[in-house]
């Protein structure tokens, strides 16, 4: 948990605007994973990055290897999109990866 | 196509029981996975597969739990002895070989060791 650390731990927005997601990494992270669990449970796969930038619809994630960091960007949120929001880091050479605890975001109508 | 299955959906074992829970990855899927959610931890990674070979075993999961890889469409984790702080929800996915980080991810088996 301390080697991934997530901010906010919490967030709740109004249906339409946009918000902010941050991992921030204290081991040596080659590559990234963000991941969404929903309200039900299901854990869903949402990007894989190696330093760059992905987007997908609304969502848009952001790393950078050398400042230790990566950000999760939700545009136009939608009900559908609260969840508790994952990260997880991979370190070089291994294939363990490390979760950070988690952002619980609730949109609201 | 179906999805990733894991059975049994619910287990409630004794302190000292063995259990073993399953997981059938999506079909053609080269890699699979085992994590632990518990509301303490978090979310940890217990093993990784690629094509039945285990490729990372978890480190501080070693002495009582036992993942396997029998066939390419099955995978089971043993659990010997339990102990209460193994009550938690455990969760298998699969992936391509060649998109190890697109996971998909079975609905999880709740497991609590009274």
């Known amino acids: 948990g301390d080697k991934v650390k997530q901010s906010p731990s919490a967030l709740s927005l109004q249906e339409g605007t946009n918000s902010a997601l941050r991992c921030n990494f204290s081991?040596?992270?080659?590559?990234v994973q963000w991941f969404l669990q929903n309200p039900r449970g299901s854990l869903i796969n949402l990007f894989y990055?190696?330093?760059g930038t992905k987007e997908n619809g609304r969502l848009k994630s952001a790393f950078d290897s050398k400042e230790s960091y990566s950000t999760l960007h939700i545009r136009d949120a939608q009900l559908e999109d609260s969840g508790t929001y994952f990260c997880a880091a991979e370190g070089p050479n291994t294939n363990k990866v490390v979760f950070g605890t988690g952002t619980r975001l609730q949109v609201l109508p | 196509d179906a999805g990733v299955t894991q059975t049994p959906r619910h287990e409630v074992a004794e302190k000292g029981q063995t259990i073993i829970l399953k997981c059938e990855p999506v079909s053609g899927h080269n890699d699979l996975f085992w994590y632990r959610q518990t509301k303490i931890q978090g979310l940890e990674l217990l093993s990784y597969f690629r094509s039945k070979s285990l490729m990372e075993d978890g480190g501080a999961f070693k002495d009582r739990f036992k993942a396997e890889m029998l066939n390419s469409s099955f995978s089971t984790l043993k659990i010997q002895p339990t102990e209460p702080k193994d009550s938690a929800v455990y969760l298998c996915?699969?992936?391509?070989?060649?998109?190890?980080?697109?996971?998909?991810f079975g609905p999880g088996t709740r497991l609590t060791v009274l």
């Open positions: 996915a699969s992936s391509p070989w060649d998109r190890k980080y697109e996971q998909y």
């Open positions: 990055l190696v330093p």
């Open positions: 081991i040596a992270a080659t590559t």
